[in-house]
């Protein structure tokens, strides 16, 4: 298996990187073109390659064999794709994939929600490059799964993606704050931006900074993921650990106190999985008002073990089914 996918990576990082060097673009455009030439599609920048460039390419990818993968080695090399196209690139960390060791509970909390759906509608905000959906989306097969995504080239390589992993995810291109989306939805999930909005919002935002400022587009997410969730619907948001604890969630926490909306649980991650304290995570759950659904009691405040800690993660896993089971989520 890893041989597989090692190999299968190392041949397509060779002809990736022959696109970068040979069209002179960022890692991130030539992903594009590879996943394209992976799924034998055309396009007008491949007439610039030399002959024997594209012969070379062509070699890499039948060494690659990666139509001969299983589901799980497909997306394990693309993510690795995706990992080392942000470090080459150095994207900014609103750019960046969710990882596994944060996606893993991302899908067991939506295996868990989801267990009595036949088709749950599942919608992430903010796809990005669509790791953290294909990562749900090969454990919750049968979720119908639709994306917003307001950048060109991110959404580009999650629809590459989601080709490639044989995925029928729902793309669109638009930014997730102003959007009208008229479908509502049983789980909504986003591994969130953080920093400002660069735009004036609406009024109907609870969550927007009423000094005339800039809203912080992480708030105003939050609330825009919870108006989606059809009622008794879940949202599972990866949020700055420190979300709470400055000036401007004042919005917030008042929006969160609302009759029509549990917060649920804050799971914290590990501070080592980060590069600063500043830039840790914590996996807020909120629920709309619903048939069956009640205020958490008590809400679960927690730090997530490291994964590597297998005890200490099983006896957490103990802990989260028995207050999931308790609270009817």
Request: aromatic share 8%.
């Amino acid at each position: 298996m890893y041989e597989a996918i090692e190999n299968a990576t190392i041949n397509l990082e060779a002809a990736r990187q022959i696109l970068v060097d040979k069209l002179d673009m960022s890692v991130s455009e030539a992903s594009i073109l590879l996943f394209e030439l992976m799924l034998n599609q055309s396009d007008e920048a491949f007439a610039d390659l030399a002959a024997t460039d594209l012969t070379e390419i062509k070699t890499s990818l039948e060494k690659a064999a990666f139509s001969d993968l299983k589901l799980d080695e497909k997306r394990q090399v693309l993510q690795l794709l995706l990992v080392g196209m942000q470090r080459q690139d150095q994207l900014q960390a609103n750019y960046q994939i969710t990882p596994d060791a944060i996606g893993m509970w991302f899908s067991y909390l939506v295996s868990h929600i989801t267990k009595n759906e036949t088709a749950p509608q599942i919608m992430d905000l903010t796809a990005g490059a669509g790791n953290l959906l294909a990562t749900i989306a090969e454990n919750e097969p049968k979720g119908v799964y639709s994306a917003l995504e307001n950048d060109d080239t991110m959404i580009s390589l999650a629809s590459g993606l989601a080709t490639l992993l044989g995925q029928t995810w729902q793309l669109e291109h638009d930014d997730a704050v102003a959007a009208e989306i008229n479908t509502r939805f049983d789980v909504v999930m986003a591994d969130l931006p953080v920093g400002y909005y660069p735009k004036a919002v609406s009024n109907d935002f609870v969550t927007a900074n009423q000094s005339g400022k800039l809203s912080y587009v992480q708030h105003l997410l939050i609330e825009k993921a919870v108006k989606i969730l059809k009622p008794a619907g879940t949202a599972l948001l990866l949020v700055p650990a420190n979300l709470f604890d400055t000036e401007a969630a004042k919005g917030l926490l008042k929006f969160l106190q609302t009759e029509n909306v549990y917060l649920q649980a804050f799971l914290r991650f590990p501070g080592k999985m980060f590069a600063s304290q500043a830039n840790a995570k914590a996996l807020l759950v909120l629920q709309t008002a619903g048939e069956g659904v009640k205020q958490a009691s008590p809400v679960l405040l927690a730090a997530i073990p490291s994964y590597t800690d297998q005890q200490a993660t099983e006896r957490f896993l103990a802990e989260l089914d028995a207050w999931l089971i308790e609270n009817h989520l």
